[in-house]
């Protein structure tokens, strides 16, 4: 089972940035990655998926403020979070199709 870790999280102020990685220990080729986030008292929520290819897709809430990429050859995928709003506050998780995910890391958006 290939292992999957994020980093890159923490606290920013509103409309600040932040970016994730989630590194794999093995590799990501051939599958969808993917971000999902979960706030207290909230079900996880897809933030965005990156097809094998690259091909990403967003939900309305973070359409044209985050950006989901990918490095295969290094084996990680990345998310860069831009104009953060205090809603964005959750455990962020990295996914890899068919269900593996990482530990996840917090990010908390506050001024």
């Known amino acids: 089972q290939v292992q999957l870790v994020e980093s890159g999280g923490g606290l920013v102020q509103p409309g600040g940035s932040l970016r994730l990685s989630c590194a794999a220990s093995?590799?990501?080729?051939?599958?969808?990655m993917g971000w999902y986030r979960q706030a207290p008292g909230k079900q996880r929520e897809l933030v965005a998926t990156?097809?094998?290819?690259?091909?990403?897709y967003y939900p309305d809430s973070v359409k044209g403020r985050f950006t989901i990429s990918r490095d295969n050859a290094k084996n990680t995928m990345y998310l860069q979070m831009n104009s953060l709003k205090l809603e964005d506050t959750a455990v962020y998780f990295c996914?890899?199709?068919?269900?593996?995910w990482g530990q996840g890391t917090q990010v908390s958006v506050s001024s």
């Open positions: 093995g590799s990501i080729r051939f599958w969808i």
């Open positions: 990156a097809s094998a290819s690259g091909a990403p």
């Open positions: 996914y890899q199709s068919p269900g593996n």
